[in-house]
């Protein structure tokens, strides 16, 4: 089992950035993939990125590429989620998660345990 605590939200203006980061403890962090999720109030959680356990390959939502950077610091046992360029529609709870193992998946299913979220406030 992995505990996971988010850390780095808040409110910003449109156009801003943030910087979101994820401790983890339990499972030896190098040997799980992890992803970010959100969900905004009245929709369901959706992918946003995901970076596998060497951290040499990442995959990103269409909706963030190119604004969003996918990272970790295996010997930290911390993943981070750097947000630049931000928009209203980005506004949710973001979720950490860790994966099964090293594997790569996309599915919010597939992932076996999961942060309390931390609030990401995007305002226009």
């Known amino acids: 089992q992995v505990q996971l605590v988010e850390s780095g939200g808040g409110l910003v203006q449109a156009g801003g950035s943030l910087r979101l980061s994820c401790a983890a403890s339990?499972?030896?962090?190098?040997?799980?993939?992890m992803g970010w999720f959100r969900q905004a109030p009245g929709k369901e959680r959706e992918f946003v990125a995901v970076?596998?356990?060497?951290?040499?390959?990442?995959y990103y939502a269409t909706s963030v590429k190119g604004r969003f950077i996918i990272s970790r610091d295996n010997p930290k046992n911390t993943g981070y989620l750097q947000m630049n360029s931000l928009k209203p529609e980005d506004t949710a709870v973001y979720y950490c998660?860790?994966?099964?193992?090293?594997?790569?998946?996309?599915?919010?299913?597939?992932?076996?345990?999961w942060g309390q979220g931390t609030q990401v406030t995007v305002s226009s």
């Open positions: 339990g499972r030896t962090f190098s040997n799980y993939d």
């Open positions: 998660a860790a994966g099964r193992g090293r594997w790569t998946t996309t599915q919010a299913k597939d992932y076996v345990d």
């Open positions: 970076i596998n356990w060497s951290g040499d390959y990442v």
